[in-house]
């Protein structure tokens, strides 16, 4: 394999959801919110706990790139979109790492 084999960002959100008043409710909003960061901000994302709460959700977003530089620029992105849906209900916990770095 070459030197560099890519980077990752792997992104762990908590979403809090004051307004849901049902089960229904976040899942509609969770769903509208996966397709943005699917779509719009390129990150592969998966529901990772908290389904059965109206008010919380867990999930996991994965983004790559070719640079460092490339997996934090996009990461920032989401990250920033996420903060302005969610001024007072996001905890986001972050991790770059390399191909390599993964390989161990």
Sequence with gaps: M???DGFVAVLVIDLHFPEAGSLKHK???????KAILHRRLGA???EIDHQDLWQ???L???LTGASPAAVTQAADRLERWLSGRFPDGVRIERIVASVEELRG
């Design 56 to 58: 919380r959700a867990a």
């Design 60 to 62: 996991t977003a994965a």
């Design 44 to 46: 592969a994302v998966a």
């Design 27 to 33: 899942r509609k909003e969770l769903s509208s919110i």
């Design 2 to 4: 070459s030197g560099n």
